[in-house]
Nanobody, 116 residues
Framework: QVQLVESGGGLVQPGGSLRLSCAAS????????MGWYRRAPGNERNMVAF??????ENYAGSVKGRFTISRDSENTVSLQMNNLKPEDTAVYYC???????????WGQGTTVTVSS
C-alpha cells in the first residue's frame, strides 16, 4: 500500500506560479512512476505530467513549457507551475504506480484556482 498526500494548492492570478508537492508513504520502494493528474469542473481526470524512476519526464501538451515535474526524493514529487492560465483551474491529484503488482494510488487532491 502507498499513501499520497498533496500540498501547495491555492488561488493565484493568471500569469502567476504555484508549486505542488506530494509525499508518499508506505511501500515506496515499489513505486515505478509518480505524477500529477487534474480534473477541471465538468471534465474527466487527465494526465498533467509524470516522471519515471529513471527520471524520464512526460507532459500533457497543454502544460509543456510551463510546468516542470521533479522527483525530489524517493518519496516526494513536485510540480512547478508557471505562467498559470484560468484553464489550469482544477483539482490536482498525485498519482503513483507500483511494480510488480501494477497498482495505482491516488492522493485526495488539492485545488488550484487561477483567477483575477
Amino acid at each position: 500500500q502507498v499513501q499520497l498526500v498533496e500540498s501547495g494548492g491555492g488561488l493565484v492570478q493568471p500569469g502567476g506560479s504555484l508549486r505542488l508537492s506530494c509525499a508518499a508513504s508506505g511501500s515506496i520502494s515499489r513505486i515505478a512512476t509518480m505524477g500529477w493528474y487534474r480534473r477541471a469542473p465538468g471534465n474527466e481526470r487527465n494526465m498533467v505530467a509524470f516522471i519515471t524512476n529513471s527520471g524520464s519526464e512526460n507532459y500533457a501538451g497543454s502544460v509543456k513549457g510551463r510546468f516542470t515535474i521533479s522527483r525530489d526524493s524517493e518519496n516526494t514529487v513536485s510540480l512547478q507551475m508557471n505562467n498559470l492560465k484560468p484553464e489550469d483551474t482544477a483539482v490536482y491529484y498525485c498519482n503513483a504506480n507500483t511494480l510488480p503488482d501494477f497498482r495505482t494510488y491516488w492522493g485526495q487532491g488539492t485545488t488550484v484556482t487561477v483567477s483575477s
